[in-house]
């Protein structure tokens, strides 16, 4: 990892600088999520910012949920109903 000169490396007195947030609308995280095409996030960016190789990048192991989110809010609407 390369160091440079810049104002907060000497403020920041060998502490590490808090991570960036980046916010964004609902329609833009969907796009971002459909390019990244299930890698991490992330990593997705920092590929695309500093121009590294994609396939460097692991992907995660996306497991599917158990249930989905309707089947659980129809078992808990039967619970409330004592069914």
Do not use: W
Request: charged share 30%; net charge positive; glycine share 6%.
């Amino acid at each position: 990892m390369s160091t440079s000169n810049n104002k907060f490396n000497t403020l920041a007195k060998g502490k590490t600088p808090a991570p960036f947030s980046l916010r964004l609308t609902f329609e833009e995280r969907a796009k971002l999520e459909e390019a990244a095409n299930g890698l991490p996030l992330g990593a997705y960016i920092k590929a695309k910012l500093f121009g590294e190789d994609l396939e460097k990048v692991r992907r995660r192991n996306i497991q599917q949920p158990l249930c989905r989110a309707d089947d659980l809010a129809n078992y808990s609407a039967l619970e409330r109903n004592g069914r």
